[in-house]
């Protein structure tokens, strides 16, 4: 009986993590090429969910068409972000570049809750939802589904970032800017792919979201979980972002399951300070020694 | 014009406000402050009171923000660690509003002391996180600490009673919360004309080399840190007695963007700035809202819309003024009066 619920725990926490792991991701491809945090990363999720809810629910596209059209949507969305409001902003300091997003994050907010209203919405779910026996234990299969579309979805990602022409100039100037401009990268070219991959993974998880907790305005709350995790695992790792999901989406599940007084809100914060007076470039980020 | 202004003394080469039309802008702004109260009606006074209010907190975060460099999300934390203390000093202790104030603002500067630890091995986007971490949690801690906060229910404070007269109505907490801005701004003001200050701007802009011209860049991020959080508790103390209520929704993370937003559109490092930021915040969901119940009569669909437009048009001008004019309202102020100055010769 108690291996069960652990391995309940374990694989809704599984589950919950990479969707955390699909949001942290984005947010590590902008920090990578840009070294801007982004705060609004939970509204683009927020709006990868409306729109999804709005082609498959509203106007009735089946769901493979409506899917495809969340991901056109929500690339377009990053790169109208990304040419009207950070371009400007290159090379300007951090807490600008900080606020920048929160404005933008109160924006998008205000946009999604004028176009669709404050109340959640009733998803068309597609994926099908339903138990079955897994090791033993009785499992939902979109969570079992969720665990595999993040993980497949996140292997092309790290593939893409080790074999393609822009994952490898995305790396480049993560690395050093003025060496990669030297070497012919057009950064305003990087920087864009990059807010249309974090609008797209957003949009992902935005869509699975939608299909496992539904359409409303709690999702927001997501975009601040990922703190935690893109710190432990790195603000600049790929890898990190996958293993710091899945790491906070087991602790808050076990902490969830096997403690009271939601102690699963605070769990991951408390570990996010630990942490940072650890190891503050996170488990795999890259290591910047500065001495005072 | 101000050509042909020379001081013969250091006294008045070192006074705050040094040019005759500083002072006349000075004195103009203090009658202002008296007058405006015997005009005003009670919807602009509690305006102005919140204004107040934010403009205390907005200063004690401008310390730490624009002129220490060190970014914090954590000012709603800090507002609830002063509302609270204060709060609960006055509700269980019996202890009147005037001293319950200041100890909640030294308890605030303690926590700030250590939120600011830190701050030893983490800067830029690291501390920001970390403070936003510290955010949360002690949202979760008032939240969920039933025997000592009431949870989430409210706290309720007993009126504030100064010689037998309740004070929190808006026109008398009205000079309660003047002379506390003015002494605040003052404070503030002089503080940056001092060694503390110059070592803050110091570690601002380059702390390496503040380091290497001896400034204790520790310790003194800590005193910025307990300054900022002093500031920042009296204006949640204040709050807690002029609202005679303490919730938690008054404290969230919302309030610590609100507050960035404050210093970023007034101007980084200026306390003009701080000033004109929480005015620009605090009246521009007042505007809106007017607005709004205006149009009721031929656009009835306003109103539901109207959260959401508040909301955009906050998030707006973050982007615009952070687009436009980076260096925020005081820069814009700061251009009219150069623009005067000189005129009509302006070279």
Do not use: C
């Not at chain 1, 291996?3 to 699909?22: E, I, K, P, R």
């Not at chain 2, 508790?233 to 507050?259: K, N, P």
């Amino acid at each position: 009986m108690n291996s069960d619920v652990f391995l309940q725990l374990t694989v809704s926490g599984l589950s919950n993590g990479m969707v955390y792991a699909l949001v942290a991701v984005g947010f590590v491809v902008i920090f990578k090429a840009s070294d801007v945090i982004n705060f609004a990363q939970g509204e683009f999720l927020l709006f990868g969910a409306y729109l999804a809810f709005a082609f498959i629910g509203q106007f009735g596209f089946p769901w493979s068409v409506g899917v495809l059209a969340t991901l056109l949507g929500a690339a377009m969305i990053g790169l109208i972000v990304e040419r009207l409001v950070l371009r400007p902003l290159i090379g300007e300091p951090v807490i600008s570049m900080i606020m920048v997003t929160i404005g933008l994050s109160s924006l998008l907010r205000a946009v999604v809750n004028g176009i669709w209203g404050a109340r959640p919405k009733a998803f068309p779910n597609f994926i099908p939802s339903g138990e079955v026996e897994f090791l033993g234990a009785v499992v939902g299969i979109d969570r079992l589904l969720v665990i595999a579309i993040a993980a497949i979805l996140l292997t092309i990602l790290t593939l893409f970032f080790r074999h393609t022409r822009d994952g490898i100039a995305m790396r480049a100037i993560a690395d050093d800017q003025q060496a990669a401009l030297s070497m012919g990268i057009s950064i305003k070219r990087v920087l864009a792919v990059a807010w249309a991959m974090a609008a797209i993974t957003a949009a992902v998880a935005g869509i699975i979201l939608a299909n496992t907790v539904g359409v409303s305005h709690d999702i927001i709350f997501i975009g601040l979980r990922v703190f935690p995790v893109v710190i432990l695992g790195g603000l600049d790792s790929v890898p990190g972002a996958i293993v710091g999901g899945g790491v906070i989406g087991l602790l808050e599940s076990y902490t969830a399951g096997y403690t009271t007084s939601g102690l699963e809100l605070v769990v991951p914060y408390i570990v996010l300070i630990l942490v940072l007076m650890i190891r503050p470039y996170g488990l795999f980020g890259k290591e910047i020694i500065e001495r005072v | 014009m101000e050509s042909g202004i020379f001081f013969s003394d250091y006294r008045s080469d070192m006074a705050l406000r040094r040019m005759p039309l500083q002072k006349v802008r000075t004195g103009l702004l203090l009658v202002g402050l008296v007058v405006f109260p015997l005009l005003a009606n009670p919807y602009w006074l509690n305006l102005a009171n919140q204004i107040a209010i934010a403009t205390i907190g907005a200063i004690g975060l401008n310390i730490l923000v624009g002129y220490t460099g060190q970014i914090s999300l954590g000012q709603g934390a800090f507002m609830a660690v002063g509302a609270y203390g204060s709060g609960l000093l006055t509700v269980r202790l019996d202890v009147p509003f005037y001293l319950s104030i200041p100890a909640a603002a030294v308890i605030t500067a303690v926590a700030g002391l250590v939120v600011g630890l830190p701050s030893l091995r983490l800067k830029g986007l690291y501390l920001a996180v970390a403070t936003l971490a510290a955010q949360q949690i002690v949202e979760f801690v008032v939240t969920h600490w039933d025997g000592l906060t009431g949870g989430t229910e409210a706290l309720v404070v007993p009126a504030p009673e100064l010689f037998g007269a309740r004070m929190n109505t808006d026109g008398r907490f009205y000079w309660i919360l003047v002379v506390v801005a003015l002494a605040v701004a003052l404070f503030a003001a002089n503080l940056f004309r001092s060694r503390v200050g110059r070592a803050w701007v110091a570690i601002r802009d380059q702390d390496i080399a503040a380091s290497a011209i001896g400034v204790n860049v520790f310790g003194y991020k800590l005193l910025a840190f307990a300054t900022s959080s002093f500031l920042v508790g009296l204006s949640g103390a204040l709050l807690a007695h002029y609202r005679s209520i303490v919730t938690w929704e008054r404290f969230t993370i919302e309030v610590s963007i609100s507050y960035l937003a404050m210093i970023i559109i007034g101007g980084l490092g200026t306390i003009s700035g701080s000033f004109f930021g929480a005015t620009l915040i605090v009246l521009l969901p007042a505007m809106i809202n007017t607005l709004g119940r205006s149009l009721q009569d031929t656009a009835p669909w306003a109103a539901t819309v109207l959260p959401y437009v508040q909301q955009g048009v906050f998030g707006l001008v973050i982007i615009l003024f952070l687009v436009l004019e980076p260096e925020g309202l005081a820069k814009l102020w700061r251009n009219v009066k150069d623009y005067f100055r000189v005129w009509p010769f302006s070279y």
